[in-house]
């Protein structure tokens, strides 16, 4: 077991190599069992998943780890992420546990936990679970070993919950939509929802087989999407990634509409009927076309580090309610406690109903400046230090006094994986290629130190 079990998001990796393993993962579930229980009362734990093949292999090790601590579990099935939160909230569950590799292929998978408020796990409870890690693994005497049962109803109390998060007199029935489900866990609730609201869909990835999960298709990849939206002649396009807690969409030119285009969008059209709830929380790799944008509308935008459970926690922080990512991941506080791919894409197209607006329309008034990543592999244990050694200092000072005003450069090591992650954003985007090189450059000279 690595040192620190938890990333940025939950435990990730490949399965079968640690800490996806099924040892591991069975000692995370009574970890967390024993855990929770220290408080007293006996509850049970939600458990759901997404549509990958490993997801049978972990649901089981983590119903048994739980068991042999002494905590019941309740079985959800395949359902989207911000659907456990909801649950989680809402029953009388103790938390809710997610199985799930998000935007990752088949071979990844990864847990999220929440809290029995519907929030992510802050640093203080996952200490207490890795601390209990370090201890041998026992189990409960007989009689007091946990029960598992399934919720049979369990989407449909989350697709009820989905309608209620706009104005029950708004229909889609004049919208045209092509619905991507990126072969996940939005497969079976996302159609019927837009459906039921009388949005005339056409549905692609929606055929899980355990194996095709994000696989070209779905948030990660627009391209079918963009194609089949303009071979239709669809209003927009929408994309969920593997666990639908994110949502990207296409216009009707075809064109992308990415998470800070989403919150701009949806920013204006609350800020019409007074319900923005102050400022807008975005990251260190949110568009400055968004900042920019905003600031001309008089909203405040702050930015925190990359994660929803940042961006979450900073809205919390400031009573504000509306923040996200360029990736997709949407929060609105009044509506749920996560990013929810379903409820922010519902109220994009409420949005479009009630100006009469096309996708196109709505996202006027704000440019996306050109940006440019790359990922340098690097031993994880230097990657802390990599951003203040003198020769990247000097490099990022020279290069910021090119870029003046108009443009940024975000340093990062991955909390997932042992990547650096390097991003520059500009008016020029051959500019940003040329000065991004140089910055590599620095970086494989400070490491080599």
């Known amino acids: 077991m690595p040192p620190s079990l938890f990333g940025t998001d939950g435990v990730r990796g490949r399965v079968g190599v640690e800490p996806i393993t099924p040892s591991t993962i069975l000692k995370l579930g009574w970890a967390i069992g024993k855990t929770l229980g220290t408080t007293g009362s006996r509850g049970g734990v939600l458990i759901g998943k997404d549509t990958r093949i490993s997801g049978y292999l972990l649901e089981s090790v983590l119903e048994a780890g739980l068991c ?3 905590m019941d579990t ?4 395949p359902i989207p992420t911000p659907g456990i939160a909801f649950l989680a909230r809402n029953t009388d569950a103790r938390a809710g546990i997610v199985i799930s590799g998000s935007h990752n292929p088949y071979q990844d998978n990864g847990i999220k936990i929440f809290s029995s408020s519907g929030d992510k796990l802050n640093d203080k409870a996952i200490g207490s679970i890795e601390r209990m890690m370090e201890q041998p693994l026992d189990c409960v005497e007989a009689r007091q070993l946990g029960k598992a049962s399934r919720m049979v109803d369990a989407r449909d109390r989350y697709i009820e919950y989905c309608r209620t998060t706009i104005d029950p007199e708004t229909t889609l029935k004049d919208l045209r939509v092509v619905l991507d489900c990126a072969n996940g866990a939005a497969y079976d609730v996302a159609p019927r929802i837009l459906s039921d609201l009388g949005a005339e869909l056409t549905v692609m990835g929606n055929t899980p087989d355990g194996y095709n999960i994000n696989r070209q298709c779905g948030s990660t990849d627009l391209r079918a999407l963009q ?3 303009l071979e239709s002649g669809a209003d927009l396009g929408m994309a969920f990634d593997g666990d639908a807690d994110r949502v990207l969409l296409v216009n009707s030119k075809g064109n992308p509409v990415n998470g800070d285009e989403i919150l701009y969008v949806l920013t204006r ?4 009927t007074g319900q923005v709830g102050g400022g807008i929380v975005g990251t260190v790799l949110s568009n400055i076309g968004l900042e920019q944008s905003l600031k001309e509308s008089g909203i405040p935008f702050v930015r925190t580090r990359v994660g929803d459970r940042f961006v979450q926690e900073e809205l ?13 991941h949407i929060i609105c506080l009044d509506k749920s406690t996560t ?5 922010c894409g519902l109220e994009v197209l409420a949005a479009m109903c009630e100006t009469g607006k096309s996708l196109e329309q709505l996202c006027e008034g704000m440019t996306l400046y050109p940006q440019h990543a790359v990922n340098i592999p690097i031993d994880p244990d230097s990657a802390g230090s990599v951003s203040d050694h003198p020769v990247v ?3 990022i000072s020279d290069i910021q006094d090119i870029l003046g005003s108009r443009g940024r450069i975000v340093l990062r090591p991955s909390g997932t994986e042992p990547l650096f992650r390097v991003m520059l954003e500009g008016e020029d985007p051959d500019q940003l290629e040329l000065l991004t090189d140089r910055i590599v450059e620095a970086i494989n000279r400070a490491v080599s130190v």
């Open 316 to 328: 919390v922080a400031r009573n504000w309610i509306l923040g996200g990512e360029a990736s997709g």
């Open 74 to 77: 309740v079985l959800l099935g």
């Open 68 to 70: 042999s601590a002494g």
């Open 227 to 229: 194609s089949r939206v």
């Open 393 to 395: 200092l000097d490099a």
């Open 269 to 272: 059209y609350r800020q019409r």
């Open 339 to 343: 990013g929810d791919g379903i409820v």
